[in-house]
């Protein structure tokens, strides 16, 4: 049976919801995110389980953020269903750039700009904003489990002036000349990358962790500038810009490939150590066991 009405019920309930003014759509991300916690038992369990072990808290300071966590989730699902309503005026009131001047300067070399992120805050208005801030954004992107979802999905994003390419498919060649060509393409290195990961320390246990980022730097000689998107407590976001990341070339690509991604990883667990609540602590993160580790 055909899921295509997925798509048009999802594309009905985004019209609808950017209907609404911005602080009640936050309001009934609050409720929903809170709703979600009291049901979703197994990801609840899996992100204390996890915070507790990785943070060293204790059961009701795990607890406490892991419940703010799912009401900015609730908060997050409405945002990315209005994303059509998004204007150049909303997002200079609703998205404000830290730092902007690492982006601007990395972008002048004409060589593009990878930036490295995480499922930190709402990621997709991440790229929304620094595309509709003037940056010319490019995103590689995963296929979600329902095609529909992926469909509705990429229109939010081209709708914000993102460029899509879609990983697995021979569309990755385009993408790399897109970088080349002077786009900044986002690269999201918080999540298992299974057999075809390098193991590096996370949160106090080795977890396999993607090497894409760091091939693609390497290879293309592009620069590499962190880029995170963190909710204000007064309403809307802050895109936060870190110094660029250094690449070194000693010779020993598959080194110097390690060595980055240790140091990618670090300066994504500092920021989620900043804010913990913003980070997507049930996903499976530590899912692939690393050979040392015991039974």
């Not at 490019?138 to 460029?163: C, M, W, Y």
């Not at 590499?224 to 963190?230: D, E, G, T």
Request: aromatic letters at 12%; proline letters at 4%.
């Amino acid at each position: 049976m055909s899921n295509a009405w997925h798509y048009y019920f999802l594309k009905t309930a985004s019209r609808l919801i950017c209907l609404l003014p911005y602080p009640w759509l936050l309001a009934l991300g609050r409720h929903l995110g809170r709703l979600y916690y009291a049901l979703a038992a197994r990801q609840r369990e899996r992100a204390l389980a996890q915070i507790t072990a990785g943070m060293g808290l204790t059961r009701p300071e795990a607890e406490r953020i892991i419940r703010s966590l799912f009401v900015k989730l609730g908060q997050t699902f409405l945002e990315v269903m209005y994303l059509p309503a998004l204007d150049q005026a909303k997002v200079c009131e609703y998205i404000a750039i830290e730092n902007r001047h690492y982006l601007d300067e990395a972008l002048a070399l004409g060589k593009g700009v990878a930036v490295l992120s995480a499922h930190l805050g709402n990621w997709e208005w991440l790229g929304a904003g620094l595309s509709m801030h003037g940056f010319p954004v490019a995103s590689i992107v995963k296929n979600q489990p329902n095609d529909q979802h992926t469909r509705i999905l990429n229109e939010f994003r081209q709708h914000a002036g993102i460029e899509i390419f879609t990983r697995g498919t021979t569309e990755l060649v385009a993408a790399a000349k897109a970088l080349k060509n002077g786009r900044v393409m986002g690269f999201f290195s918080d999540q298992d990358a299974g057999k075809s990961g390098v193991f590096v320390e996370f949160f106090g246990k080795m977890a396999s962790t993607p090497v894409g980022m760091a091939v693609f730097a390497r290879r293309l000689a592009v620069p590499v500038v962190p880029a995170f998107i963190v909710r204000r407590p007064e309403g809307g976001h802050r895109i936060i810009v870190k110094p660029p990341l250094g690449i070194a070339a000693s010779g020993d690509e598959a080194t110097d490939d390690y060595n980055f991604t240790v140091e990618a990883t670090r300066v994504i667990e500092d920021t989620i150590r900043c804010y913990p609540d913003e980070w997507l602590w049930f996903q499976k993160r530590w899912n692939t066991k690393w050979a040392g580790e015991q039974a």
